[in-house]
């Protein structure tokens, strides 16, 4: 049984990363063999495009715009705010002295922080260990990996483990149950497995050991895959809120930012906790709706900080592999 | 060097599976898997009694029907439309804003949703101020298929036509050059070469679309029940969650947890015996 994603790792070695980017260079410019294009035809597609591409724009742009608005504003467009108009950061100012979106602020980073990088030490180094075929025990070690990407306890079992090694209310119930992807790790070992062994074996030559030829050659002949791994298990992190309606629903000090998001905005409630920092009034019925979307672009920030650094790797062919699997 | 993912995938991945066996057991928390009396297949027979747990199953099937009906084609159709642009710097940009929602949390997109079509939503501030009356979609159960899909669309079809992408550029660019020499028109190369190029894939995509018929998105429904009800809005996921842990009946949800992967599982070899009978690999090789 040959699982697909192994296949087109082994894709993914005959072909080098390379040889895929100059295929995909091709020119600007009509081949000669194809018919001239319709009025009609280009018409339609540029339309269906930009709607496309309107439908994906416009709830961003509508949504900054509000967060950025006056209420003064607000009750002019009677909701949210299309044309900016009177622009102010107010909502950002009280959104960040409310002791509830800062703490989830700083929760959400930590977790974020924390989890990416015990992940991706976990799956470098177990993808770095699968790639050298001649280790111990490998091909059982491969499976049993896999089988978990199709029999899974399922979520009540899982939870009664977790509660019962004492998560309960724990930060690293939150991170250590989700911090593998098996998936992460086979496409990591794609990778590593066409690193060049030439290079490899002059190294071992020399005398560096496995870790020193991981942290060496590997990790920085990988980096486009590294990136986008992180990216994967940083988003994951971030944008997680049902493992902390599991084990941690209570305490609103250990909310992170989507689980205030959800609670705030979206069910509109009042901020918890949020009564004793002389904002209390303002946050204690359903807030300005100027300070929700501000919330809104907050969880979108980090996001787009780090989005447009990574997006470019995904087209190198990366993901080919990623998805298929 | 294995050893850190190993010992976490035992524990929290292998330790589970002999945790399902609460399904045949009436748990209970303070005695523990080993100490909780054996009850059989008595929580499957409460299963099959349930009327909302037969609600949950239609629900979860239909939402699947219509996902792969009206969500399916849609990353095809994009990629296909994305290919035939010229110009690389439009294709980069497309990709990056349609890449984008994908790495959204279900919290946002639904937020998003709620502040666009939502009561109290642009859509609606619109209408009102043109006198047309509201249209409530976000807690209307009759169109909560349409809403959830339309949100998929949302959320994953552009992310879903990297794949297609790949496949499209694979396909060697002389079987077009030949075919166009030999008089065949655009719909003819679409028909004899793109879409053969792009069966492989989009087999697999089936198989896996087919395999994973029982799992619509967990998150998704978890936000939106409150608002339709959940008449329309439970899903299996969600069923085994809120009469699991929420009235803490563990050997129930567990149950209804363990019925969905034993079926996934039978759905999955049997789509892809189908894919081996149209002679494709599918989602592993015989």
Known sequence: MTLAIERTGADAVAKPVAAQAVRRKRKNERPTWEEPPTVVGQAAKGITLSGVLLVMLVPLWIIVVTSLSTQA??????????????????????????????????????????GTVVSMAVSVMCA?????????????????????????????????????????????????????????????????SSTSLDLIEAARIDGAGDWRILWSIVLPTSRAVTAVMALFYGVGYWNSFFNVMLYMPTDSEKWPLQYVLLTYVNRGNGMPGSVNNGF??????????????????????????????VQKHFRTGVLTGAIKG | MTLPAVVLLLVFNYVPLFGLATAFQEYDPLAGVWQSPWAGFYQFERLLNDSLFWGALRNTLWLSFVQLILFFPVPIALAL?????????????????????????????????????????????????????????????????????????WKEAGWGIIVFL?????????????????????????????????????????????????????????????????????????????????????????????????????????????????????????
Request: hydrophobic letters at 50%; glycine letters at 8%; a neutral charge.
């Open chain 1, 280 to 309: 209390g009034d303002q946050f204690s019925q359903t807030a300005p709706l100027a300070l929700q979307m501000a919330v809104v672009v907050l969880t979108l920030v980090p996001l787009l900080l780090v989005y447009p650094f």
């Open chain 2, 81 to 153: 439309l994305l290919n035939s642009v010229l110009s690389e710097r439009i294709r980069n940009f497309i990709q990056s804003v349609v890449y984008l929602p994908h790495f959204f949390s279900w919290v946002l997109a639904i937020t998003i949703f709620q502040q666009m079509l939502g009561g109290a939503g642009a859509l609606n501030q619109f209408l009102r101020s043109n006198d047309i009356g509201t249209w409530d979609i976000m807690t209307n159960p009759d169109t909560f298929a349409l809403l959830v899909t339309s949100q998929v669309i």
């Open chain 1, 128 to 192: 770095y260990g699968l790639s050298r075929s001649r280790s111990l025990g490998h091909r059982f070690i491969l499976m049993l990996l896999i089988i978990t990407m199709f029999v899974n306890g399922g979520l009540i079992p899982t939870f009664l483990v977790v509660t019962g090694l004492g998560g309960y209310d724990q930060w690293w119930a939150l991170i250590l149950p989700s911090a593998v992807s098996v998936f992460n790790i086979l496409i990591l070992r794609a990778f590593y």
């Open chain 2, 166 to 286: 790949a496949a499209l550029a694979a396909i060697n660019t002389d079987l077009y050059e030949a075919a166009a020499a030999d008089g065949a028109g655009r719909l003819r190369r679409l028909w004899h070469i793109t879409l053969p190029g792009l069966r492989s894939v989009i087999v697999l995509m089936l198989v896996l679309r087919l395999g994973n018929a029982l799992t619509v998105g967990f998150e998704q429904f978890l936000i939106q029940r409150n608002a339709v009800g959940h008449d329309t809005a439970e899903v299996l996921d969600t069923f085994s969650f809120y009469y699991g842990i929420a009235t803490g009946d563990y050997s129930y949800g567990a149950a209804a947890g363990l019925f969905k992967s034993v079926i996934s599982l039978l759905l999955i070899w049997g789509a892809n015996k189908l894919a081996h009978a149209f002679g494709e690999d599918g989602l592993y090789r015989k």
């Open chain 1, 73 to 114: 504003a607000v009750n002019r467009a009677g909701g949210l705010v299309i044309w900016p108009t009177d622009i102010t950061f107010e909502s950002y100012r009280v959104m960040l002295t409310d002791s509830t979106v800062r703490t989830a602020l700083l929760v959400s980073l930590g977790i974020t922080a924390v």
